[in-house]
């Protein structure tokens, strides 16, 4: 049933309306149906009248209403009646730098994405969004929020294509520590030996992928037994210290230079695809590069916990060797 819309006087309305006469100086308009009143935030009486009169025709005529919405955006911004999904995309790639810029680079190639791309945004519907969602992962949900609200904030959208309760939960996959018999399946499996070393720092330094991958034998002091080096996310100094098992592992590593020089040229995702295919080859699930991380936060709490009490079984050095992975 159409709604149609009649135009009122705000003050001769409110007559007996306890307000001032200056701030009742505006038109109102109030449906057929309905008894509440609406102000056009105007004035003017010709201002009003153009307002009421696209409110009816938005009634009479709803399945034009797009349309007459993409007339009026031509007319006042051209470019924003034509801005496609991929536009955005692309305009918000620009605004970053870094290790940034290919983590966007990677997710805006999203095949989840692939139905928004040519999409104009005027034209998007919750159902497109919500398509996009279930066809995608927890990365598309993650990213598709912060292109959807650059678009929003940049005012390419009037409205939210999506309202933020409507969004699906993101729901992250369970995380948890490489144990130690997944790590000597790893390593017994790993035939490249700089490889095997890798993993072997991983567990025994906890640091993170790049971080370890990068490392040099500049990095390290023979003297005082330590590894110290900045870290590629935060820009701080970690410093680890190391015994003779590890010793051991740094002494198969160039003495010069990069301890790792081809596992540092490569993308940190290819890392990971490497690690995924080697797990595959020794039947374990669930874990990643960042999981042994993990393994090694968890032993070091355990250890320092037992230090703590004073336990006989966990002497400094014994403490120390727990927490590198030996105990």
């Known amino acids: 049933m159409p709604v149609w819309f ?76 034509a801005r496609t999904w991929q536009q ?68 390419w959208l009037s409205w939210p294509v999506l309202p933020k309760p409507n969004w699906l939960v993101v729901q992250h996959g369970e995380k948890r520590a490489t144990t130690f018999e997944e790590h000597q399946k790893i390593i017994a499996r790993e035939l490249n030996p700089a490889t095997r070393a890798y993993y072997e720092l991983l567990w025994h330094l906890g640091g993170a992928q790049t971080d370890v991958a990068t490392l040099t034998a500049e990095d390290i002091n023979w003297n005082d037994h330590t590894v110290a080096y900045q870290r590629a996310k935060t820009g701080t100094t970690s410093l680890i210290s190391f015994g003779d098992e590890v010793a051991v592992i740094l002494k198969t590593l160039p003495s010069a230079g990069q301890l790792f020089p081809a596992l540092a040229r490569i993308h940190e995702r290819h890392r990971a695809k490497m690690f995924i295919k080697r797990l595959k080859t020794v039947g374990i699930t669930g874990i990643s590069l960042h999981s042994y991380r993990y393994a090694w936060a968890e032993r070091a709490m355990e250890a320092d916990r037992s230090c703590r009490r004073g336990d006989p079984v966990f002497p400094l050095t014994a403490c120390e060797n727990h927490a590198a992975g030996r105990g």
């Open 88 to 155: 955005v995309m692309d305009t918000m790639i620009t605004t970053k730098s870094g290790s940034n810029l290919l983590r966007w680079q990677g997710a805006v190639r999203d095949k989840a994405l692939d139905s928004l791309r040519p999409r104009k945004l005027i034209e998007t519907t919750a159902e497109h969004f919500l398509a996009a969602l279930k066809a995608g992962t927890v990365s598309t949900n993650v990213y598709l929020r912060r292109i959807h609200n650059y678009a929003v904030n940049m005012h």
């Open 6 to 81: 009649t135009l009122q006087n705000q003050k001769a309305s409110h007559e007996k309306s306890v307000h001032s006469v200056s701030t009742l100086r505006c038109f109102l308009h109030r449906a057929h149906h309905h008894r509440q009143l609406a102000s056009l935030r105007t004035k003017d009486k010709a201002d009003a009248l153009r307002l009421l009169h696209v409110k009816n025709e938005a009634a009479h005529q709803p399945a034009m209403n797009l349309q007459i919405a993409q007339v009026f955006l031509q007319h006042g911004d051209p470019a924003l009646a």
